[in-house]
């Protein structure tokens, strides 16, 4: 894409009221618009940020079985009368509206009702068992503090999945292969080795729950990490009776600041049972189907990785989730050249932002490129040699002159 | 995919209280779940719909030149106000709600607002001029009325396009260019056929909207259409003088009934005025910028495509839009040859849905594929003589026995 055909433009101040460095950085670089707090909006930059994270995510959940489909925002007040969770006395975040034609909906803040309901429909026999349904959303949550950027949003797009299975082992099979397919998401997306599976409060069906917890200051949550093992336990779960049972040493903990960047439960028959969810196993008997609950938050994985991985010239986006891989920058008198450079690199198939702009100079183009972070920077000026391109990686300092002939084969390593 | 995978079944009866025909046979097939009127979650084959319409959608934007972002749904009543369509007497379809931390949001049901808000602060120069940006988003609208399946829904996905002019002469070129966007997605979804440009009202800036009206019965708008010509006039602006400026002839026009699958606008400037998005042009002149919308409802669509082209057994997808190519079914003690079959089909990257399961009759699982629409029905039963595979479109009543080898060129053309 030319730089000049993207409406959207760098800015060199912070926005004021903005602390969090994901939104900074991101609302600078024009990748998110902000409407209001906790509300954003996704710019083309941002939106490919996004769907690439979709993309990965969408491949490992249907690697591990899962059935894409979209429930509805809008919800219906008396399924979530059946789960006790309507009443805003005990769910404290519902955005709530009302029908023109009477009676009150709710805004999707979590789905568990909504597929309890809707599986209730199709389930009665053990062969309709297991299955995995997941979906993209929006949902919204009426946040009182929305001060993290992208981190909590009011309104955040994420992938939920649950599982419904037969009995505690098929359950535990499942949940086993989610929290590979989890740690699988984390490496693609490029904050893998910063990520930590993290034990947590589990609720009133599984003694734990699971956290990945990607390491940084600007973190919510507190965790304790056994750095050798690779195993952290979230402070809410951590005591003496825990470490014990968790073979952890107190000693070789560290204390450490992260964001919480996806979680796992096993929800048992919480759900199963207030919509009367059930199947006919082999022998006749009635039986309460065992759900979990899977869910990432997209944005906030966005969010994470800024802050893992940005400098302090910008953003450093590991490759799998760019939004484009090459920034190529024309300078001076070489804007043919790099024209024709730009033409041969989208015909290869590659993902190229061309900053075509004729009026900037060197130092702002590339202030916008490490702002923005393509992994590949790659330069035509007048002090490139005839027949060369400057080659720099967004992560080193220094570039390097590379002949036209040997760029092919090298944007293919 | 694997009948026996799918949690979906299908349903023999209409549900109680569906009166439209699409939602009547997507309920039974088991493509949509209804959370109530007007709202419809997607359940897997009706997801795989929607994602096709909308790659078609995204091609053909992303041709003419279209950026795609993301807006949010959670609208900021200051930014509404200064169109002076926040208020509930001038706009009787919002769903509000309220921040817990006071004030009102509302929930997106246009977005000509956001659209103009965001670019206000990347206008300011004719160097930033034309943009085309675009979003595929869930959309709110307070519906009193909403008994047509998911042709007219409370929550709906729509594609809408904003475009941001120099001048008319730049718009109209756009203008022009999005007709033929919007008549070649109808064309590929599978129903251009039936689908004709429609002259309707313009509102202040514009004599003249266009619609893109789908003929059946189960439309809620009346066209007067000259099928010579294939121009047809929506009712609200069957006027002498309208059919004069058209050069239509009164005596050769048809009236129809039809659902409105699409519509382009020109806005002119009632949106960039109470935004104040201007441009400075050549001359340092500031110059209003003109805008134009263009919306697709990618429910609307498929409720469109059923109630066109299904027939007494069920819906009939056009290739471009099934769910799946190919319906399998495995017959009798012909399982083992069929799985064979489904993992050839699908290693050859064909889309099949594979109907294995053990316990049902070839008539009920011929009455699932019939209903449920996929465009080539492959069979492997009893009375299929070696080394043959029963083929059978879906469009055609009659099947006919084709040899293994030769169909694999059969299934490429």
Redesign the interface.
Known sequence: MRL??????TRKDAPTGETAKNAELLLRA?FI?K???G??????L??RV?KKIEGIIRDEMDRA?G??????????KEIWEKSNRWSDEVV??W???K???GGD?G?SFTNEE?YSN??K???SSY??LP?Y?YDFK?I?R???RSKSGILRG??FYWKALYSFSKNDAEHQEFYERMKASYQSIFNRVGIGHLTYMTFASGGSFSKFSHEFQAITDAGEDTIYLDEKSGIAVNKEVYTDEVLNELRLDKESLVEKTAIEVGNIFSLGTKFSDPFDLTYQDENGTQQPVIMGSYGIGLGRLMGAVVELLSDDKGMVWPEAITPFKYHLVALGEQHAKADTLYDELVASGAEVLYDDRPDKAAGEKFADADLIGCPVRLTMGSKTPDGMVEYKLRSEKESRLVPGSELSALLKS
């Not at 000049?4 to 433009?9: G, H, N, R």
């Not at 509300?39 to 083309?44: A, E, Q, T």
């Open positions: 000049s055909k993207l409406f959207t433009k024009g618009f409407e209001m707090a509300v954003y909006s996704f710019l083309p941002g939106l996004i079985g059935l894409e489909m979209q429930t509805s925002v809008l919800q219906n404290d975040n955005f709530k509206s029908l023109k034609t909906v805004l909504a809707i599986l429909q199709y389930i062969k309709d299955v349904p929006h919204f009426n946040e009182v009011r309104e």
